[in-house]
């Protein structure tokens, strides 16, 4: 099983960027396919994108289309969320999770992930 472990939320303005990181132990996710969901207040949880890192396909939301971006470094099975022109509608609290089952299509459900972290916040004041 892997562990994942979110950071790097904080507070920022509108227009500003943070970049969220998501450390995984237990075993390599260099060949799970890794997602960011987030979750607003009185919200469900939505998609924000994944990463299939063997098909090289990426699966982006529309909100987020264009700022947002992914990243990793293997050495440290981190994987890291960029997001860019932040917007205020972005507040919510950010997980990380992890399909180990299916490496080859970046899912959007979320329902497909089989390992989550405990989610870090992110606001971003107008």
């Known amino acids: 099983q892997v562990q994942l472990v979110e950071s790097g939320g904080g507070l920022v303005q509108a227009g500003g960027s943070l970049r969220l990181s998501c450390a995984a132990s237990?075993?390599?996710?260099?060949?799970?396919?890794m997602g960011w969901f987030r979750q607003a207040p009185g919200k469900e949880r939505e998609f924000v994108l994944s990463?299939?890192?063997?098909?090289?396909?990426?699966s982006y939301a529309d909100s987020v289309k264009g700022r947002f971006t992914i990243s990793r470094d293997n050495a440290k099975n981190t994987v890291y969320l960029q997001m860019n022109s932040l917007k205020p509608e972005d507040t919510a609290v950010y997980y990380c999770?992890?399909?180990?089952?299916?490496?080859?299509?970046?899912?959007?459900?979320?329902?497909?992930?089989?390992?989550w972290g405990q989610g870090t916040q992110v606001t971003v004041s107008s």
């Open positions: 999770a992890a399909d180990l089952s299916r490496p080859v299509v970046p899912s959007r459900n979320d329902r497909d992930y089989d390992c």
């Open positions: 237990g075993r390599t996710v260099s060949r799970a396919v």
């Open positions: 990463i299939s890192w063997i098909s090289e396909r990426t």
